[in-house]
């Protein structure tokens, strides 16, 4: 055990005394400290408040501006969809009055071909 | 703690000396020791706002000059200079620190010959006037392991302090 001090140890404490630093110690540390930066008119802004703020707007400006192009392309979306629902209303509308015409021939066609069917009947007989 | 260059060139005036010293003790150089204290120094400013209260400043600092100077040690253990080696032998310091011997006292060179844990608990014991439990704390080191290098560092330095002054008498 070392706890009976004895004169050894006595010389191990004397001996062992702190030393003094080299001459210009500690101005050697303190050029090697990191200089602050010089105070300006931008200094404000450098403080953590001004630069969560700026940083805060610009992620709600980032978030606003998706809204508004998400809308915007929604808008448009609807527009198209709109345009593409019409144009195949005026397709389907015109589709009937073709066939309307078409079957309208028909018929005529059929109704001339059974007067011409009995005025031949008629001649034979 | 306030990091204002005021205050720290106030905390480096008041322990520069204890920094320098247990760099200097665990390393042997007074170059290298002096460019450690001053990296110690540096990342106290850093700590500064975690700190609080100069005994909080005085045991970090105890604390990290211990570790650094021990860092700088094996850098240089691992580049081959031979301050592995030196430990060995009580008498075969590598040609550095005998260069340093002039300036460091009977005891200092003799601490040099122990290996660097054990340099490290000499230092706080003897220097900062630690007692062991305050050493186990500081370098979160085990009790029984903070008391056994004392007894075995002591042993070593008496038993080489008798031989060199066996050897002093003979002439």
Known sequence: MVEPRDDFEQELRQQLQARPAPEGFADRVMARVPKRPARSGWVGFRTPVWQWAVAALLVLGMVVGGLERERQQRIEGERARDQVLLALRIAGSTLRDVQDKVNAGASQQKLSQKGAGRAVLDRDQ | ?171
């Open chain 2, 1 to 171: 703690m306030d990091q204002s260059p005021e205050t720290f060139r106030a905390v480096v005036e008041r322990h520069q000396a204890r920094v320098y010293s247990i760099a200097l003790r665990i390393l042997g150089d007074s170059g290298v020791a002096e460019e450690v204290a001053q990296d110690v120094f540096l990342e106290l400013y850093r700590a500064m706002p975690r700190l609080d209260g100069e005994s909080h400043v005085t045991a970090w600092l105890r604390r990290v000059a211990c570790h650094r100077a021990t860092d700088a040690l094996r850098r240089r253990a691992a580049r081959g200079d031979g301050a592995a080696e030196e430990y060995q032998d009580g008498m075969a310091l590598r040609p550095v620190v005998r260069e340093f011997l002039p300036l460091m006292n009977r005891v200092e060179q003799l601490l040099l010959t122990l290996p660097p844990p054990q340099r490290e608990v000499m230092v706080l014991r003897y220097q900062e006037d630690l007692e062991p439990e305050d050493i186990a704390l500081e370098l979160k080191m085990p009790l029984a392991t903070v008391r056994s290098y004392l007894q075995r560092a002591v042993k070593m330095l008496r038993a080489k302090a008798e031989r060199t002054l066996k050897e002093y008498s003979r002439g």
